[in-house]
């Protein structure tokens, strides 16, 4: 018995020996990670730690000299490629940015900036680093390649928004891009991306294209638009002849708003009739018909140059601006003839179908009505052609004034009395002083008379035959004449 409890009493371990075993145990582990951790703290020295990147490259547990074959193959591979307006691409390459590490030390310094005998503590941290500021690419080679590109050669500027009469009413037209790149930003922005490794510009999204300055949704352009539907909303056209036309219309009454000094958009009375005048002005000439040259054909069938007189007309300036602002201001769209002074007519070079022609050389007078001669006679005797006082003038002319029983009387004397007095029946006055008249006091007319016994300029006619030419003319029928 007692044998047996010796046995028992030496296998049970005493306390002593386990808290021994633990002890060595616990020593091996301690041991073996102070090892790990010295080793670690010596090895993380002169290597990245776990989790690090450099511009997205992998260079966990690298050397500098790992680092630095990577980042340069990186740069070497790297591409970056432009989307332009028109969707088209190019892409920029090493040839173009010609990148190098312009500083290798910088990946030491990355190394150095690490406490390596803190290694273990970054284990599960992600550390990116950034390469940017030791990366140098030859932006001028990028300049020129930049460039040198078809797409940032555009020659169409940007459009602003604006105002405009379209397709029957008045609208805002949108701005339009227009094709033209900023290269400079273009540049700019080239060499930012690529050096933070983005492989993408799209040209249009990041804004590189010139800007138009005005956009549609412009608080001026909506109160010009209101503007302009209130004052403008007009369209006058003027036609002299076939071949020329002047047309005031809404987009022309656009240009004539002007703005307050609040930047309203206001309809200057004083403006528009300046504006207005000014475009009267435009072709009045081609409505001034006075005195002017006028190719003719004779009742003998033969084409002349008739100059001077007074038939013709111009344009009353002061009295059609006052009815275009009227016709403006009532948003009038018609064809319009100006107001004018003296006779004219469109066709026959100004003198119409129906007019007087009286050949002074051959002492000959026509009636023609609608192109046709309805009366003739060369019974007449017209002004002395020896006597510049009294030769009847050439030029064409108009029947200005007539009446019955009228006494001719010459320019008055100083004493107040008068060089001759004649009554005659029928007067048609178309020069001055100068008309149409019965002669009941001549016995003879025609042939050569007004080469020696010539009227003081008038044209004197037979009593009968002028009866009926006071019929025929009326004030304002042309009268010709002609040597």
């Given at each position: 018995?007692?044998?047996?409890?010796?046995?028992t009493?030496?296998k049970?371990?005493?306390?002593?020996?386990?808290?021994g075993?633990?002890?060595?145990?616990?020593?091996?582990?301690?041991?073996?990670?102070?090892?790990?951790?010295?080793?670690?703290?010596?090895?993380?020295?002169?290597?990245?730690?776990?989790?690090?990147?450099?511009?997205g490259?992998?260079?966990?547990?690298k050397?500098s000299?790992e680092?630095?074959?990577?980042?340069?193959?990186?740069?070497k591979?790297?591409?970056?490629?432009?989307?332009?307006?028109d969707?088209?691409?190019?892409?920029?390459?090493?040839?173009?940015?010609?990148?190098?590490?312009?500083?290798?030390?910088?990946?030491?310094?990355?190394?150095?900036?690490?406490?390596?005998?803190?290694?273990?503590?970054?284990?599960?941290?992600?550390?990116?680093?950034?390469?940017?500021?030791?990366?140098?690419?030859?932006?001028?080679?990028?300049?020129?390649t930049?460039?040198?590109?078809?797409?940032?050669?555009?020659?169409?500027a940007?459009?602003?928004?604006?105002?405009?009469?379209v397709?029957?009413?008045?609208?805002?037209?949108?701005?339009?891009?227009?094709?033209?790149?900023d290269?400079?930003?273009?540049s700019?922005?080239?060499?930012?991306?690529?050096?933070?490794?983005?492989?993408?510009?799209?040209?249009?999204?990041?804004?590189?294209?010139?800007?138009?300055?005005?956009?549609?949704?412009?608080?001026s352009?909506?109160?010009?638009?209101?503007?302009a539907?209130?004052?403008?909303?007009?369209?006058i056209?003027?036609?002299?002849?076939?071949?020329h036309?002047?047309?005031?219309?809404?987009?022309?009454?656009?240009?004539?708003?002007?703005q307050?000094?609040?930047?309203?958009w206001?309809?200057?009375?004083?403006?528009?009739?300046?504006?207005?005048?000014?475009?009267?002005?435009?072709?009045?000439?081609?409505?001034?018909?006075?005195?002017?040259?006028?190719?003719?054909?004779?009742?003998?069938?033969?084409?002349?140059?008739?100059?001077?007189?007074?038939l013709?007309?111009?344009?009353?300036?002061?009295?059609?601006?006052?009815?275009?602002l009227?016709?403006?201001?009532?948003?009038?769209?018609?064809?319009?003839?100006?107001?004018?002074?003296?006779?004219?007519?469109?066709?026959?070079?100004?003198?119409?179908?129906?007019?007087?022609?009286?050949?002074?050389s051959?002492?000959?007078?026509?009636?023609?009505?609608?192109?046709?001669?309805?009366f003739q006679?060369?019974?007449?005797?017209?002004?002395?052609?020896?006597?510049?006082?009294?030769?009847?003038?050439?030029?064409?002319?108009?029947?200005?004034?007539?009446?019955?029983?009228?006494?001719?009387?010459?320019?008055?004397?100083?004493?107040?009395?008068?060089p001759?007095?004649?009554?005659?029946?029928?007067?048609?006055?178309?020069?001055?002083?100068?008309?149409?008249?019965?002669?009941?006091?001549?016995?003879?007319f025609?042939?050569?008379?007004?080469?020696?016994?010539?009227?003081?300029?008038?044209?004197?006619?037979?009593?009968?035959?002028a009866?009926?030419?006071?019929?025929?003319?009326?004030?304002?029928?042309?009268?010709?004449?002609?040597?």
């Amino acid at each position: 018995m007692e044998t047996e409890e010796k046995m028992t009493k030496m296998k049970r371990p005493s306390k002593r020996t386990t808290k021994g075993k633990i002890m060595i145990v616990l020593t091996v582990i301690f041991s073996i990670m102070m090892i790990t951790y010295i080793v670690g703290g010596f090895y993380f020295n002169s290597h990245f730690f776990q989790n690090t990147t450099i511009e997205g490259i992998d260079v966990s547990g690298k050397t500098s000299a790992e680092v630095i074959t990577l980042l340069d193959d990186k740069l070497k591979s790297q591409t970056l490629t432009l989307t332009f307006g028109d969707g088209s691409t190019v892409e920029l390459n090493a040839e173009d940015f010609k990148p190098t590490i312009k500083n290798p030390e910088f990946v030491d310094q990355f190394i150095d900036n690490q406490n390596s005998w803190l290694w273990f503590a970054e284990l599960f941290d992600k550390n990116e680093l950034s390469s940017g500021d030791f990366v140098a690419i030859d932006e001028a080679n990028l300049d020129a390649t930049i460039e040198s590109l078809q797409q940032t050669k555009g020659d169409q500027a940007p459009q602003d928004a604006y105002v405009s009469f379209v397709g029957g009413a008045f609208t805002i037209v949108p701005e339009t891009l227009g094709n033209v790149v900023d290269v400079a930003k273009l540049s700019a922005l080239v060499k930012e991306q690529y050096l933070i490794g983005e492989e993408s510009i799209d040209v249009l999204a990041a804004d590189l294209y010139q800007q138009a300055g005005i956009k549609s949704d412009n608080s001026s352009l909506a109160n010009k638009l209101a503007a302009a539907q209130k004052y403008c909303n007009a369209s006058i056209t003027y036609q002299p002849d076939s071949e020329h036309k002047f047309v005031l219309d809404q987009n022309t009454l656009l240009t004539w708003l002007t703005q307050d000094g609040s930047g309203n958009w206001i309809k200057d009375e004083g403006v528009f009739a300046t504006k207005a005048k000014a475009f009267i002005r435009t072709f009045t000439r081609y409505y001034y018909t006075l005195g002017i040259s006028r190719q003719f054909k004779t009742a003998a069938g033969n084409t002349i140059t008739v100059s001077g007189g007074t038939l013709g007309q111009y344009v009353l300036v002061t009295t059609e601006t006052n009815k275009l602002l009227e016709m403006i201001a009532n948003q009038e769209t018609t064809n319009r003839t100006p107001a004018l002074f003296g006779y004219g007519y469109q066709s026959n070079s100004g003198i119409g179908d129906t007019y007087v022609e009286i050949n002074l050389s051959a002492q000959k007078l026509y009636m023609i009505q609608n192109g046709k001669i309805v009366f003739q006679t060369d019974q007449i005797v017209t002004g002395l052609s020896s006597d510049p006082e009294r030769k009847t003038p050439s030029g064409c002319y108009y029947v200005y004034y007539k009446q019955l029983n009228r006494v001719l009387r010459g320019t008055q004397n100083p004493d107040g009395t008068w060089p001759y007095e004649v009554p005659v029946k029928y007067w048609m006055a178309f020069n001055g002083g100068i008309g149409m008249h019965d002669a009941t006091y001549r016995s003879s007319f025609g042939g050569k008379i007004y080469t020696y016994n010539g009227s003081h300029g008038c044209v004197n006619m037979r009593y009968s035959e002028a009866a009926k030419m006071y019929e025929y003319t009326k004030i304002g029928t042309p009268v010709i004449c002609y040597y």
